[in-house]
């Protein structure tokens, strides 16, 4: 059968949380480089969508060919790490340095991989600083997300701290279910099928999300978008973090890991 029971998929969970907490400083960073390059990619390609049809659905569809692309080859990304590996340490497949050390060094990848996409992207959109990037609808539109992904939060003060927090909170729910609905098939078309629901279902609902954003932040500095790094860092950075590690550890890892583990 290709359909795995939910009673067995915890143990794969746990087995590749273990598993990503053991890996090299050396896989861990490229890894998380290429994770943050593929997102950075879908993001631009689901923002192509959205600026052509005029419509945000269709953006939300394309844009789990990043994720995809991303457990299909086994690559690191922080977010789901943040649903696997606490499970792993509570069973004792690892540490807690462990997975310390592993969240650190994939962060970092993925903000290489998503920083550099965005300096790459402006120099082809812009043809070098050739073009203004006012005249580009692509670019305005990244400009404008990444403003109200910052300043909109910024305006209201500690009640915008908490909504960015409690958006990134709903926000790994999901995208850690696309990363555990990806070991209820053994085949390909299974696992993207299942991965591809949620991934949708977050990027429709415009959560926020830590490794998008390491792409489109910058991205939205390097085109013009009137943000600061501070503000980025103190507006989204830190508390979408915080709010990614609560949903993905707490209501994907801990609430499956309690209902579904084999005694």
Sequence with gaps: MANIKPENIVEQMLQAGAKKANLSIKDMLIRGFLAGVFLGYATTLAILAMTQTGLGIVGAIVFPVGFVMII?????????????????????????????????????????????????????VTKMGNIDPTTITTAQKIVEIAESKTLDYARIGFDGTISAFTSALLCNWMVTLGAVMAFTSTTTIGKIAAMWLPIMTFFALGYEHAIVNMFLIPAGIMLGANITIADWWLWNGFPVIAGNIVGGMIFTGFLLYWTLRKV
């Design 72 to 124: 299909l080859l086994g690559l690191e990304l922080a977010t789901g790490n943040f649903a696997l590996i606490p499970i792993a340490v509570k069973d004792r497949r690892t540490s807690f340095s462990r997975l310390l050390i592993n969240w650190s060094w994939v962060l970092i990848g993925n903000l290489l991989g998503g920083v550099m996409y965005a300096g790459l992207y402006y120099i082809v």
